[in-house]
């Protein structure tokens, strides 16, 4: 499939099923898109559409089947939105960084395939508002999710990337945003796990 450059051709694009809950167009919303008029959408489809339903089988839909309903709060970047995050500081990292995360259709520097989407459990909202431990989420996933590469939590609504990728990097942790506002003066190990 060619990159679209048509409403008709997005739409396509769009309607692709990436799993029995998730369609493509469930990723591909950008407030940094809408915001900066980028258009955001993947330069590669063929592999943005691979990823996607490895993430979406391997990860998203066994966390929804057992723990809810999920709600997606970013997913897809095109390399052109992510650029602009970065240098506008909306919380993206640089490309190279975000290749095979959440930019789906580039591969990584070592020539791998993956990606990422930033999550909410619903269910767990409840939980996390009454006890701020993001832990019980991230350690649930990590031992029932076996194909997640990483997880960074966030501090609102325990909201967290969770990738999947060819080499997995098996880390849960959380953002340097969420480290420096809930544990300023805490030993880093406390609330970073690399496994």
């Known amino acids: 499939m060619r990159s679209p450059k048509s409403v ?26 809408q ?24 990860v998203l ?28 500081k909306y919380n993206c990292a640089s490309n190279e960084a975000n290749y095979a995360g959440h ?12 990606a990422t989407a930033c999550i909410v459990v619903n269910s767990f909202i409840p939980y996390y508002e009454e006890t701020g431990n993001w832990q019980a989420l991230a350690w649930w996933i990590h031992d029932n999710i076996p194909n ?8 609102k609504y325990a909201a967290f990337n969770i990738s999947w990728h060819e080499k997995p990097k098996k880390y849960m942790g959380l953002s340097q945003i969420t480290r420096r506002s809930y544990h300023e003066g805490q030993n880093e190990k406390e609330s970073i796990k690399p496994l």
């Open 148 to 155: 997640y590469a990483d997880l960074e939590f966030y501090p």
């Open 103 to 114: 930019i789906w259709d580039h591969l990584d520097s070592d020539g791998c395939k993956g």
């Open 8 to 33: 008709d051709g997005l739409t396509k694009l769009g309607r692709v099923r990436l799993s029995d809950s998730f369609f493509m167009r469930d990723f591909l919303f950008s407030e940094i898109s």
């Open 61 to 88: 839909e066994p966390i929804q089947e057992k723990l809810g309903r999920i709600s997606i709060r970013s997913a897809f970047r095109s390399a052109a939105v992510n650029q602009i995050g970065n240098e506008k």
């Open 35 to 58: 915001i900066e008029g980028v258009s955001n959408i993947p330069d590669n489809p063929d592999l943005a559409i691979e990823v996607g339903k490895m993430l979406c089988s391997e």
